[in-house]
């Protein structure tokens, strides 16, 4: 298990960027798969991207692809998230997440059942 905590939310016009951050806890986080997902009033958490143990391989929502980018400090336990060119319709709060299972070699199929530690969340709004 790690701990998680992510920062950077705010308010931002639509077309701007801001930057997500989450400081993870714990000796095993560059073992993990890490994940961002997020959740508008009244829908269901959906995935946004994740990035695996090693960096070297990263997945991406149709939504979002092309204006995010995740990314992984192993050194500084801390996963971004980059998000460019951003729509009222990304307005939500943003999670991170860390995978069950250590060094997990396939990342495109997994899904939120798949990820068992999760941060307290930080509100991203995009207006128009």
């Known amino acids: 298990q790690v701990q998680l905590v992510e920062s950077g939310g705010g308010l931002v016009q639509a077309g701007g960027s801001l930057r997500l951050s989450c400081a993870a806890s714990?000796?095993?986080?560059?073992?993990?798969?890490m994940g961002w997902f997020r959740q508008a009033p009244g829908k269901e958490r959906e995935f946004v991207a994740a990035?695996?143990?090693?960096?070297?391989?990263?997945y991406y929502a149709d939504s979002v692809k092309g204006r995010f980018t995740i990314s992984r400090d192993n050194a500084k336990n801390t996963v971004y998230l980059q998000m460019n060119s951003l729509k009222p319709e990304d307005t939500a709060v943003y999670y991170c997440?860390?995978?069950?299972?250590?060094?997990?070699?396939?990342?495109?199929?997994?899904?939120?059942?798949?990820?068992?530690?999760w941060g307290q969340g930080t509100q991203v709004t995009v207006s128009s």
């Open positions: 714990g000796r095993s986080f560059s073992m993990y798969t």
């Open positions: 997440a860390a995978d069950r299972r250590l060094r997990r070699t396939l990342i495109s199929t997994m899904t939120t059942s798949d990820f068992g530690s």
């Open positions: 990035i695996n143990w090693s960096g070297d391989s990263t």
